[in-house]
Nanobody, 122 residues
Framework: QVQLVESGGGLVQAGGSLRLSCAAS????????MGWFRQVPGTEREFVSA????????YYADSVRGRFTISRDNAKNTGYLQMNSLKPEDTAVYYC???????????????WGQGTQVTVSS
């Protein structure tokens, strides 16, 4: 059982930056791919980015490519999502998730954090 805890959300003006963190309880964190998803109330959870267990492979949604960067530090059992050039449409609850395989499909992920709110004002 992997427990995930996100942090780093908040309120930021358009054009600003935030860095989200996802701390995992599992010492073998490197075995798990990690994904970031976001959700606006009333809509389906949306893929943002994913990274392989080793960190060598990364994937991004078209809407965030070039603005967001996913990374991980397996020695610290922590993943990150650096978000730059934020836009109001990035406003959502952001969730990190873990699974043995990298995927953009949220239904493939077994473990989820509680979510952190990101609000981008115009």
């Amino acid at each position: 059982q992997v427990q995930l805890v996100e942090s780093g959300g908040g309120l930021v003006q358009a054009g600003g930056s935030l860095r989200l963190s996802c701390a995992a309880s599992e010492r073998t964190f490197s075995r798990y791919a990690m994904g970031w998803f976001r959700q606006v109330p009333g809509t389906e959870r949306e893929f943002v980015s994913a990274i392989s267990g080793s960190g060598r492979s990364t994937y991004y949604a078209d809407s965030v490519r070039g603005r967001f960067t996913i990374s991980r530090d397996n020695a610290k059992n922590t993943g990150y999502l650096q978000m730059n050039s934020l836009k109001p449409e990035d406003t959502a609850v952001y969730y990190c998730a873990a699974n043995y395989e990298t995927s953009s499909d949220y239904q493939k992920y077994d473990y989820w954090g509680q979510g952190t709110q990101v609000t981008v004002s115009s």
